[in-house]
């Protein structure tokens, strides 16, 4: 004989799953959010990279973790985190990176660098021209091109400095050309003449505003 189930037992059982679904819902996220965080801080890297992907598909509350980890004591643990940030369009990660262009590691100011020229807010034009000082050329190419992305030239002497290297000549050059609307190839004297003579406009342009303004107002009196 086939046994019957009983209308009770599927009763049972279909509560039993709702209050299972019910307890994910409310729980699950926050389970996730532990799991992905303790294991974005990993000395793993392939668990550090996929925790990090875990955490960026939770929102806010991923977000906050990773700006968190920015602050971490392992170098690699932030660089991850700031990879992280850069697959988000929060607008919580601007200011992440605009303290990170600070952090003890080149590689994580660069990621900070190119992430603010990516993220193309102006507002981050006078720390990125602060990071065309740093100690490490590679941070100070970077920045020059995140500065370019934003609209401004400070970058250019770094663009100039790097015409004939061998591997970054070409972009430099590109840059500079588009920049300048010349075509002096890899002559860095060549580069350098224009560059002076450029700035040497722009004084005296504000110059003569200056002067403008001073006679207007002498007009005035």
Not at 47 to 69: F, P, S
Not at 100 to 110: E, I, K, Q
Not at 124 to 131: D, M
């Amino acid at each position: 004989m086939k046994s019957k189930v009983r209308p009770q037992f599927l009763l049972v059982l279909a509560c039993a799953l709702a209050i299972a679904w019910s307890c994910w819902a409310l729980f699950g996220p926050a389970v996730k959010l532990r799991h992905f965080a303790a294991k974005s801080r990993s000395p793993d890297g392939i668990e550090r990279w996929v925790a990090v992907h875990g955490l960026t598909a939770l929102g806010a509350d991923g977000i906050w973790c990773l700006i968190a980890n920015l602050r971490h004591e392992n170098p690699t643990v932030r660089l991850t985190a700031a990879q992280g940030l850069r697959m988000t369009d929060d607008p919580l990660v601007l200011p992440a990176f605009l303290g990170a262009l600070d952090d003890s590691d080149a590689s994580v100011r660069c990621e900070a660098v190119d992430a603010l020229g990516a993220i193309g807010n102006r507002v981050a034009i006078p720390a990125l021209i602060r990071r065309l000082d740093d100690h490490r050329g590679f941070v100070r190419f970077r920045a020059a091109i995140a500065l370019d992305d934003l609209g401004c030239d400070a970058g250019v002497p770094e663009f100039i400095r790097h015409i004939n290297h061998i591997m970054l000549g070409d972009m430099a050059r590109e840059r500079l050309e588009r920049i300048s609307q010349r075509r002096f190839g890899f002559d860095r004297l060549k580069w350098e003449i224009w560059w002076a003579f450029r700035l040497a406009m722009v004084r005296d342009a504000q110059r003569f505003a200056l002067f403008e303004d001073v006679r207007n107002v002498s007009a005035g009196e």
